[in-house]
């Protein structure tokens, strides 16, 4: 059985609490790369505006004159000036807007979001603040919390819920991305490198996984079977 500590901190950085989470539990299944990639492509593509676009020869200004006649001239065989081979001319092919948009199945979406999660809670990229709460927007006391639990690279800040003090401090700093903990997926998980999420945010976030009734009662059963398993081999 797989399981990662993690410690929580205060605003000051200092360790005040532990935490254990077995990921086999919450997490299962191992972590599926192919569909990861996919996830990622699915949001960096639905990101596209698709506004380019550039005019066809049908579009362009000028006349539709032969520029001179077809022979004796000594020159190449031309048409009109707005032919895609003259400067001025249209785009032989022409660029038109067009809807990038596609979506995986929930279920892949859902899934990818907690191998995400899965990967960053290995590499421990994941830091847990017990609480996270300012009285009015003020980006100099944010920036001495980072600085205390030394976070000096990009990171997403996970909430419970919208707090509007807290986004409008963080989004001054460069490489700092906040969003509450319903709003995650795969992309703005792997996006930043460190996870700095509330220690409510972290519990509603697995949580949404399973229940805390059914992960004690997993961890139960996964207990009883290993020491049975123990008491066989012994």
């Given amino acids: 059985m797989s399981s990662v500590e993690l410690t929580v901190y205060d605003k000051l950085g200092n360790e005040i609490d532990k935490l254990t989470v077995c990921t086999d539990l919450l997490f299962g299944s191992p972590i599926n790369s192919q569909l990861l990639h996919d996830a990622i492509v699915m949001y960096q593509s639905n990101l596209r505006q698709g506004s380019a676009k550039t005019k066809t020869r049908a579009e362009v200004a000028g006349h539709k004159k032969k520029m001179y006649k077809q022979k004796g001239t000594g020159n190449a065989r031309a048409g009109h000036r707005r032919s895609g081979v003259r400067r001025g001319g249209g785009h032989i092919f022409a660029k038109r807007p067009r809807n990038w948009f596609f979506r995986l199945p929930n279920k892949a979406l859902k899934k990818a979001t907690r191998m995400a999660f899965t990967a960053k809670l290995n590499d421990l990229q994941i830091i847990l603040i017990d609480a996270l709460s300012i009285d009015q ?98």
């Fill in 137 to 234: 927007p003020k980006t100099k006391e944010v920036a001495q919390i980072l600085k205390a639990l030394k976070i000096n690279e990009t990171v997403l800040v996970a909430v419970e819920k919208y707090n509007t003090n807290l986004y409008k401090s963080f989004r001054n700093i460069e490489g700092v991305r906040i969003l509450p903990v319903s709003d995650l997926n795969a992309y703005e998980i792997l996006r930043p490198k460190r996870l700095l999420m509330t220690r409510s945010a972290f519990e509603t976030f697995l949580n949404s996984i399973i229940s805390p009734a059914d992960y004690e009662k997993k961890l139960k059963e996964l207990n009883e079977v290993t020491s049975t398993e123990n008491t066989t081999k012994a």
